[in-house]
């Protein structure tokens, strides 16, 4: 299989390559971060990311998700960290789309940014990043597989990327 880094993008993607910049340099400046940074940063209120983020996967994922999809990943909060910066957001799919949620998520998945961007954009499939310990899920298996399996046959999010 063939990868490429975030910086190697095709002419076809001007606009997916300054969105993997971006996604390199913050993690270039987590990994430069005091701990201290980042320990600040995971104490900040879960809602103002996950508003973002809730927003962006209404956008992005909610429009190809079919209703027996939407159905099966409904009711169930999950929560994404991003390690290296710091960030967690916690997300519920119901019958209005993506929204911040409340109260204990039946899965977290965290990773490295450059671990979820490489995913979310189709250059490293989930069984490879959780095999190598750059991802990691914790809690209900059953529906991570189920998500993770989604996710899979609807290929990456951030536009066409590399191979699956």
Known sequence: MTTRTLHETSSSEPAQGWLDACVLGLARLAAG??????????????????????????????????????????GRVVELEVRDLGLRARLLLDARGFRPAQGAPAL?????????????????????????????????TEFGLLLKNTLDALGPLGGAGGPR
Not at 33 to 50: D, H, I, T
Not at 118 to 135: I, T, W, Y
């Open 33 to 74: 971060a005091p701990p201290g940074l980042r320990g600040l940063v995971r104490s900040l209120p879960l809602q103002p990311p996950s508003v973002v983020l809730a927003r962006v996967l209404d956008r992005v994922l909610l429009p190809r998700l079919d209703q027996a999809t939407r159905a099966a990943l409904s």
């Open 108 to 140: 977290c998945i965290r990773g490295a940014a450059q671990a979820l961007w490489r995913l979310v954009r189709g250059h490293d499939d989930a069984d490879r990043l959780f095999f190598e310990r750059a991802l990691v899920m914790e809690g209900d």
